[in-house]
C-alpha cells in the first residue's frame, strides 16, 4: 500500500506541493513531538475507526481513493472545476499526525501518547503546515476535515470533497468492524477483528454460509 501511496503523491503536480506532502509523510522533523510510530503501523484511531496497526496506512489510501473519485464526480457530472493538487494533498495529509499522538497499549491496542494527552493531531498537523509555508487552502482542508466537528466547516469545494472521502471511509471500517464483533458475540467466540480485512471477510462467511460459516472461516476450516 506504500507504493500505491507513493503513485497519489506523484500524481500532485505542483512541485513545491509534492514535495510538502512527501516531506510531512515521510521526513517530518517535529521536535516537540519525539518519538512516532511509522506509517506502517499507526493506528487511525484508538477507539471508532481503523484503531490497529496499519489502519492509518489503509485509512489514508481510501481517502485518497474517494477524494479522487468525488473530484472527479463533481467536475464531470456537476460542472465545477476542482483543484485535485489541493485535494489529493489534503487527502493523503489529513490524518499525517496521528503517528505522534498514538503508542502501543500495555495490554494490546493503541492508547494516547504523553504529546497526544495534550495536543490533538490535527493541531499538531495544521501548526506544523503553517510553519513550513503551507497554502492556505491546504491548511484549511486540513483544519475543515472532521466537517461540522472541526474548528471550521469545509468553506470550499475541496475541503468539502476530502471531508466527505474521509467520513465515508471513517463510517465504512467503523460499521464493518461492529458489524463483526456483533456477529462474533453471537457465534459465542470472544475475539474481536484485529484488521477491516479481517471485519470484511467475517462479514462475507455471515452473509453467505451463516454462523457456521463463520466459524469455520474462525478455525481455519474455510
Not at 13 to 32: F, K, S
Not at 99 to 125: A, M, N, Q
Not at 203 to 222: C, F, M, P, S, T
Request: negative net charge; glycine residues 10%.
Amino acid at each position: 500500500m506504500k507504493e500505491e501511496i507513493d503513485e497519489f503523491i506523484e500524481m500532485i503536480g505542483d512541485e513545491g506541493l509534492r514535495g510538502m506532502v512527501r516531506h510531512l509523510l515521510q521526513e517530518p522533523e517535529i521536535e516537540l513531538a519525539g518519538e512516532r510510530l511509522s506509517l506502517d503501523e499507526a493506528p487511525a484511531g484508538s477507539k471508532v475507526h481503523h484503531p490497529y496497526s496499519g489502519g492509518l496506512l489503509e485509512h489514508t489510501l481510501a481517502v485518497a481513493r474517494l477524494a479522487k473519485t468525488l473530484s472527479e464526480i463533481v467536475e464531470q457530472i456537476y460542472g465545477c472545476e476542482v483543484n485535485r493538487d489541493l485535494v489529493l494533498a489534503g487527502a493523503l495529509l489529513h490524518d499525517a499526525m496521528k503517528r505522534y499522538v498514538y503508542t502501543p497499549g500495555e495490554k494490546g491496542g493503541f492508547g494516547s501518547s504523553p504529546l497526544g494527552e495534550r495536543i490533538d493531531h490535527l493541531t499538531l498537523l495544521v501548526a506544523e503546515m503553517y510553519r513550513l509555508g503551507s497554502p492556505l487552502d491546504l491548511i484549511h482542508i486540513v483544519a475543515s476535515h472532521h466537517g461540522d466537528a472541526s474548528p471550521i466547516s469545509p468553506r470550499t469545494i475541496e475541503a468539502l470533497i476530502v471531508s466527505i472521502a474521509d467520513y465515508a471511509d471513517s463510517e465504512l471500517n467503523r460499521k464493518a468492524q461492529r458489524a463483526a464483533e456483533y456477529i462474533l458475540e453471537n457465534a459465542g467466540e470472544s475475539l474481536k477483528p484485529n484488521s477491516s480485512k479481517e471485519a470484511f471477510r467475517i462479514l462475507k462467511a455471515k452473509a453467505e454460509e451463516g454462523i457456521e460459516g463463520v466459524l469455520r472461516l474462525l478455525h481455519g476450516e474455510a
